[in-house]
Nanobody, 122 residues
């Protein structure tokens, strides 16, 4: 089992920044690709970014490319999502998820956090 806890969400004005964190406990963190997904009200959960266990490979959704940065610190069992130049359309609940596959498909992830709300005002 892997337990995931997100933090760092909040209310920010358009153009601002936030950094989300996802702390993991349980099985060996570095073995798992980690992903970030988001879900806006009334919409399905969609891919944001993912990173391999070593951090060597990263994939971003086109909608966040150039604005968001995913990273991980395996010594701290934590994955981060730095979000810059935020837009109102980034408003959503953000979830982190753990492996076992490096993919944009949410169904491929076995473990999920409870989510953290990000609200971007115009």
């Amino acid at each position: 089992q892997v337990q995931l806890v997100e933090s760092g969400g909040g209310l920010v004005q358009a153009g601002g920044s936030l950094r989300l964190s996802c702390a993991a406990s349980g099985r060996t963190f570095s073995n798992y690709p980690m992903g970030w997904f988001r879900q806006a009200p009334g919409k399905e959960r969609v891919f944001v970014a993912t990173i391999t266990g070593s951090g060597a490979n990263i994939l971003y959704a086109d909608s966040v490319k150039g604005r968001f940065t995913i990273s991980r610190d395996n010594a701290k069992n934590t994955v981060y999502l730095q979000m810059n130049s935020l837009k109102p359309e980034d408003t959503a609940v953000y979830y982190c998820a753990a492996g076992p596959r490096f993919t944009a498909q949410p169904m491929a992830y076995d473990y999920w956090g409870q989510g953290t709300q990000v609200t971007v005002s115009s």
